[in-house]
């Protein structure tokens, strides 16, 4: 006996409203109990569950238990800001340096600009990285640095700069 749920190992945009079903197996009997499910814990300022949907309020994980009749299973929920979204794919890129974060690639397509090595050393975009992080990154013109704002941390990378 086990529970199975469609939101397993998805990566999610926090813009769109997500339908989902839970079901009990039973050897193999498969049987829709999305309305009888427990669903906990879950963080009310990351989603909202409401029936058989649920809306993200903010970008970032949570990992969900699910409980019916004393079977119990895990769920991870991954979501990720609309601007971040645009980004990843199921694709792997022909380019020989690939980025992988949260199961999926970073598509560099987007920015027209790819990861490379160069002396050794493997250079990468990391708007596109940051972005996918769920971060903000902005350009400050009278440092010449970006800015990168996760929460209450913040990143300064200067331009033609070693460290950050």
């Known amino acids: 006996d086990s529970i199975v749920t469609d939101l397993s190992n998805k990566v999610y945009n926090t813009a769109t409203e997500v339908n989902f079903n839970v ?22 300022s990351f989603m ?4 058989n949907s649920l809306t993200f309020k ?9 409980e019916y009749e004393g079977v119990k299973s895990n769920v ?15 694709k792997k890129s022909d380019n020989p340096v690939n980025v992988k974060i ?6 560099f397509e987007e ?12 250079l990468v975009p990391l708007r596109a990285v940051f972005e996918v992080l769920n971060c903000e990154v902005n350009w400050d013109e009278s440092s010449s640095s970006a800015i ?9 990378i200067p331009a033609n700069s070693k460290t950050a």
């Not at 704002?149 to 300064?156: A, P």
């Open 48 to 51: 909202k569950i409401d029936k």
């Open 76 to 90: 991870k929920i991954t979501a990720i800001n609309s601007l971040g979204f645009n980004y990843i794919t199921d």
């Open 23 to 44: 079901y009990a197996v039973y050897g193999n009997k498969k049987e829709n109990i999305t309305d009888s499910v427990l669903i906990y814990p879950y963080d009310t």
């Open 102 to 107: 949260f199961d999926k690639y970073i598509d």
């Open 58 to 66: 903010n970008a970032g994980f949570q990992n969900l238990s699910l």
């Open 148 to 156: 990168v704002l996760h929460g209450n941390t913040k990143i300064v």
């Open 111 to 122: 920015i027209k600009q790819w990861p490379f090595i160069e002396n050794g050393r493997t």
